[in-house]
């Protein structure tokens, strides 16, 4: 059937008034009638990918181009190591495990069940567990659908849920919304309520939430931030959360990697539930891991004991209430990243991503620029744009076309969320790449240079985001500085190895 023909049949499909009458089999002969072409190397199952499809594997090598040439700040990447890389590549995609080790619906799964066991089991050795008294969940596939399947198994629908405010540091997943929007989901279907940071000194202002909690009432409360660069006081969440009887679920998936090393407060001592991705200063594929306790939750004045049922609670969210097989590649990637967590060198690797980190912040603040929290205890910084009349977004425009990757953050006291006021700096990515502290003064002293650009152009470039794009994409005067900078940039970054496959 040529192609009017077969949107017919499709908008017949929408009305439904013949679909029902349609016989499948035509429907089938219809919907897949697309132009055949005859596949150009030699072996479609053996051939790699440069042979299989060039057309993939040239945006693949720009991609890795664009890694290798570019200054990578953003807070939460990193660049994953060749072993990860290698296991994502594995065979262990192609096998369907649905269930748990030594449970699954499927035959054929030893060995997918020896490293899912694997995983836990370094999951646990590297935060320093007991696995008496702790559990781990590596099935979740990415950050927000762990912290989702946590609500599912604790929160009742519509039940409440408490989580720093995204324009203050936290994340979507931590139940996000405007007051026209529910946007994260985890906001449709519990109810959040943010709290926040003080405006003045961006610090988390832990007495207004110890004063709504006891009000709302939560569940649960979240513990965990992706923009805040002080550390977070666990101890205080466990305090609050014990007055009005939530659960803490702390979230700690930018700082996981610095934790694992022991160089930052752990939130496992103070938490009932830990979250965490697998991708950010940890180094592994993208996934995540939930952290859950197990044994005696309370013991009450009669010596009655409460024991903790999140290992069924959360098991079961995971699968079969939100997911269905496990991803193998990605699991043993995180098995062999949790094996790195454990060495010395990732140790060093991690001290070196905070020693380059407050290096940036000094150097920042030493040139003039003003710092959320004045500075920084971990990974990351979030430099306030305001006082120099910029915003977030026309910075990391001007930033990226240097080829310094970054992004607009909200600052404390941010309005709106639509004009952040800074641009979040993150150094794992760089530290990977063997970058050192005064390598890090270079990075500042780029992000100057590029600041000053825009600033040299602000009466010319217009008001608005949309100007500046097209401001940049005309202007010689403005293109002839900022090619001199990208330049610079790219002979500063053509100096340093980047970790993985050296091709793609
Ligand atoms: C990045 C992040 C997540 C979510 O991760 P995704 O894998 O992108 O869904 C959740 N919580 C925090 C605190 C994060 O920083």
Not at 160 to 168: A, K, T
Not at 199 to 213: F, N, R, S, V
Not at 269 to 297: C, M, N, Q
Not at 391 to 413: M, Q, R, S, Y
Request: proline content about 4%; aromatic content about 8%; glycine content about 8%.
């Amino acid at each position: 059937m040529h192609r009017a023909g077969r949107f017919l049949v499709c908008a017949r499909f929408q009305t439904r008034n013949i679909s029902l009458t349609m016989s499948l089999e035509k429907a089938h002969t219809t919907l897949v009638n697309v132009e055949r072409i005859k596949y150009e190397g030699t072996d479609m199952l053996k051939d790699p990918i440069s042979v299989a499809d060039p057309e993939a594997f040239a945006i693949m090598k720009n991609e890795k181009l664009r890694q290798r040439r570019g200054l990578e700040l953003i807070a939460s990447e990193n660049f994953t190591t060749k072993a990860v890389c290698d296991a994502l590549s594995s065979s262990m995609t192609n096998k369907y495990s649905e269930g748990y080790p030594g449970a699954r619906y499927y035959g054929g799964n030893e060995h997918i069940d020896k490293m899912e066991l694997l995983c836990q089991k370094r999951a646990l050795e590297v935060f320093g567990l007991d696995q008496e008294l702790w559990g781990v969940n590596v099935q979740s596939l990415s950050g927000s659908p762990a912290n989702f399947a946590v609500y599912t198994a604790v929160v009742e629908p519509n039940g409440r849920i408490m989580g720093l405010d995204l324009p203050d540091g936290g994340h979507l997943s931590h139940g996000f919304f405007t007051p026209t929007r529910k946007v994260s989901a985890t906001s449709i279907f519990f109810q959040s309520m943010p709290y926040k940071v003080c405006p003045k000194t961006g610090l988390i202002d832990y007495d207004k939430l110890e004063e709504d909690a006891m009000l709302f009432r939560p569940k649960v409360i979240v513990a965990g931030m992706s923009c805040y660069a002080r550390h977070l006081d666990y101890q205080r969440f466990r305090k609050i959360a014990d007055k009005c009887g939530a659960y803490l679920m702390s979230d700690m998936a930018h700082i996981s990697g610095l934790v694992a090393a022991g160089i930052v407060p752990s939130p496992f001592e103070f938490s009932d539930i830990v979250t965490t991705t697998t991708h950010k200063s940890l180094r592994g594929p993208r996934g995540a891991l939930i952290f859950y306790r197990k044994g005696v939750r309370s013991v009450n004045a009669k010596g009655e004991k409460t024991m903790y049922d999140l290992h069924d609670r959360i098991s079961q969210a995971v699968f079969p209430g939100l997911q269905g097989g496990p991803h193998n590649h990605t699991i043993a990637g995180i098995a062999v990243a949790l094996r790195q967590c454990i060495t010395t060198e990732f140790v060093d690797y991690t001290k070196q991503v905070v020693a380059n980190s407050k290096a940036l912040a000094e150097r920042l603040k030493e040139l003039g620029y003003a710092l959320a929290t004045d500075g920084t205890d971990n990974h990351l910084c979030l430099v306030d744009l305001r006082p120099l009349g910029l915003d977030g977004a026309k910075a990391e425009h001007v930033l990226d076309l240097a080829h310094i990757a970054c992004n607009k953050n909200t600052c404390p006291g941010d309005v709106s969320a639509l004009r952040p006021g800074g641009i979040r700096l993150g150094s794992p990515a760089l530290t990977s790449r063997g970058f050192k502290e005064a390598d890090f003064v270079e990075v500042a002293n780029f992000i100057d240079k590029a600041i000053k650009i825009l600033l040299n152009f602000k009466d010319q470039s217009g008001k608005t985001i949309k100007d500046l794009k097209e401001f940049t994409a005309k202007s010689e005067a403005f293109n002839k500085e900022i090619d001199k900078l990208r330049d610079g940039v790219e002979a500063f970054t053509a100096k340093f190895d980047i970790p993985g496959n050296d091709e793609f």
